[in-house]
Nanobody, 123 residues
Framework: VQLVESGGGLVQPENSLRLSCAASGFTVGSSAMAWYRQAPGKERELVAGISSGGVTYYADSVKGRFTISRDNAKNGIDLQMQRLKPDDTGVYYC??????????????????WGQGTQVTVSS
């Protein structure tokens, strides 16, 4: 199993960025997936998730600004980030999770991690 993120970089506040995660070794379309973020000096947190049935979940801090989606043709997921803020800065990780709700509530349940991609929001 492999998860490879791409699309990170430096972006100014209020701009947009799209992250992608390409998976191999399993079928994304029948899996629960999530994006996590780790800001400097903070714990890794789940910011967006999508269940195997396509239900999406978001952390309050990103609700209305971030959109997670699944691309079955590419066997991957994306994270569209809009109206970015400096607080969105961090390393973003793609993850395969057992269950998104369980992961949100417990902070556990990650089966596989990607290597992460840096997102820096700064003027």
């Amino acid at each position: 199993v492999q998860l490879v993120e791409s699309g990170g970089g430096l972006v100014q506040p209020e701009n947009s960025l799209r992250l992608s995660c390409a998976a191999s070794g399993f079928t994304v379309g029948s899996s629960a997936m999530a994006w996590y973020r780790q800001a400097p000096g903070k714990e890794r947190e789940l910011v967006a998730g999508i269940s195997s049935g396509g239900v999406t979940y978001y952390a309050d801090s990103v609700k209305g600004r971030f959109t997670i989606s699944r691309d079955n043709a590419k066997n991957g997921i994306d994270l569209q980030m809009q109206r970015l803020k400096p607080d969105d800065t961090g390393v973003y990780y793609c993850a395969k999770v057992e269950d998104v709700v369980y992961a949100l509530r417990t902070g556990r349940g990650v089966e596989y991690w990607g290597q992460g991609t840096q997102v820096t929001v700064s003027s």
